[in-house]
C-alpha cells in the first residue's frame, strides 16, 4: 500500500484524504468526544471546545485537520528537498503517528497546536538563504506561539524557534526583534480579549504548569497503549540511531534542515521533563519530525518490504486501539 504513496503526485496527495479517514474509521464507528480538563484549559480551547459540536463532529473535523497536517508535512519534506527521492510517505506515518493511541487521537489541543507547529516550522525552515525573510521570521513567532496557547509545552519551542534561526542563518538583532514580535503578538490579543471581558490573564492553574516536575509515568494504560508508546520510543530512537544514514549525500541545506528536526526532538523531550504533561497526549507533537525523519529513510531504502511491513504493524496497532480488541 506504501506503493501508491511513493510518487509525488497530486493525485496521491488527494488520495491521503480517503487514507485518514479508512485508517481512523473506528472514532468515526463508535466517536468520543474530548472533554478538556479545567486545571489544563486555555481561553483558546475553551473557545473552540465550547462550540465542538457532538463527539462524530469533532473527529470528522479531527479527520480534515490531520488531512490539512499531512499535506503540510509532506509539502516540507518535498519542497524543502530534505531525501533525495520527492514522494508523500511522511505525511502517511504523520496519520498513522497522531492515530496510534484511541484515547488520545481525537480532536485533542495538541492536535490542534500540530497545525500551528507545522506552519511555524515551515516559514522557519523557509528563511534559509531568504534575503527577504521579515514575513517568514515574524510568521515562525507567531505560528510557535498560537500553538503555546493551545498546548501549553510548545511554550518551549519559541526557544527552539531562535535556535533554530541562529543555526539556519546568521540571525540579526533586527530579526530576532522580528521573531518577538511575532512571539507576543497572539498573547497581546488574547490579553485583549481577556482585558475586554474582564478576565485575567493568567489564571492561578497555569502555573502549576510551568514548573520543573518528575514525568508522569503511568501504570494505567491498556497493553496495546503501552505497545504504541513504546513502538513511537522505538521509532525516534531508530532515528536518532540512523542519523549518519538520514543525512549521507545530503547537499549542505538538507543536512542544515534535517538536523533542525533533530533539534526539535530535542526540545520535545525537555518540554516533557520540564511541563506538566501525560506521555500519551505528548507523543502527538513528536509525530512532527518522527515521520519527516522516518519519511526519508522509507523513501531512500531500498528495503521496501521493511517498510511495508512497519506500515501494516502501525495499521494493527491503531485498529486493535480503536476497536479494543484488547481489552487488558
Known amino acids: 500500500m506504501l506503493e501508491v504513496f511513493r510518487k509525488n503526485l497530486f493525485f496521491t496527495s488527494i488520495l491521503l484524504l480517503p487514507y485518514v479517514f479508512i485508517v481512523r474509521i473506528g472514532m468515526l464507528i463508535s466517536p468520543v468526544g474530548f472533554v478538556i480538563d479545567e486545571s489544563s484549559q486555555t481561553f483558546l480551547t475553551s473557545l473552540v471546545y465550547s462550540h465542538s459540536g457532538d463527539p462524530l463532529t469533532q473527529n470528522i473535523i479531527a479527520c480534515l485537520l490531520i488531512f490539512a497536517q499531512g499535506l503540510i508535512v509532506n509539502y516540507i519534506?518535498?519542497?524543502?528537498?530534505?531525501?533525495?527521492?520527492?514522494?508523500?510517505?511522511?505525511?502517511?506515518?504523520?496519520?498513522l503517528f497522531v492515530s496510534l493511541i484511541a484515547n488520545t487521537s481525537g480532536l485533542t489541543p495538541v492536535l490542534i497546536a500540530n497545525t500551528f507547529m507545522l506552519l511555524g516550522l515551515l516559514h522557519i525552515l523557509n528563511t534559509y538563504k531568504n534575503v527577504q525573510a521579515v514575513s517568514q521570521i515574524f510568521n515562525g513567532g507567531f505560528m510557535i506561539a498560537m500553538a503555546s496557547l493551545f498546548y501549553i509545552p510548545y511554550a518551549i519551542f519559541i526557544v527552539f524557534g531562535i535556535f533554530a534561526l541562529l543555526q539556519l542563518r546568521s540571525f540579526k538583532l533586527l530579526e530576532k526583534l522580528q521573531f518577538l514580535v511575532g512571539v507576543i503578538t497572539p498573547y497581546f490579543l488574547i490579553f485583549t480579549l481577556k482585558f475586554w471581558n474582564?478576565?485575567?490573564?493568567?489564571?492561578?492553574?497555569?502555573?502549576?504548569?510551568i514548573f520543573f516536575r518528575w514525568p508522569d509515568l503511568s501504570i494505567e494504560y491498556s497493553l496495546i497503549e503501552y505497545i504504541a508508546i513504546g513502538v513511537v520510543l522505538i521509532i525516534?530512537?531508530?532515528?536518532?540511531?540512523?542519523?549518519?544514514?538520514?543525512?549521507?549525500?545530503?547537499a549542505v541545506q538538507a543536512k542544515k534542515k534535517i538536523e533542525i528536526l533533530y533539534w526539535f526532538m530535542f526540545f520535545w523531550f525537555l518540554s516533557y521533563l520540564i511541563l506538566n504533561t501525560q506521555i500519551e497526549i505528548h507523543l502527538i507533537s513528536i509525530a512532527i519530525p518522527i515521520s519527516l525523519l522516518l519519511g526519508i529513510l522509507s523513501s531512500e531504502s531500498k528495503n521496501k518490504i521493511f517498510y511495508e511491513l512497519l506500515h501494516l504493524a502501525l495499521i494493527i496497532i491503531v485498529f486493535v486501539g480503536q476497536f479494543k480488541l484488547i481489552n487488558f
Not at 474582564?198 to 497555569?206: S, T, V
Not at 530512537?237 to 545530503?250: D, E, G, L, P, Q
Open 198 to 209: 474582564d478576565q485575567p490573564f493568567i489564571e492561578i492553574e497555569f502555573l502549576s504548569d
Open 77 to 95: 519534506f518535498n519542497i524543502d528537498k530534505i531525501s533525495r527521492e520527492s514522494t508523500q510517505l511522511s505525511g502517511v506515518f504523520y496519520v
Open 236 to 250: 525516534s530512537a531508530a532515528c536518532i540511531v540512523f542519523y549518519n544514514t538520514i543525512v549521507s549525500k545530503k
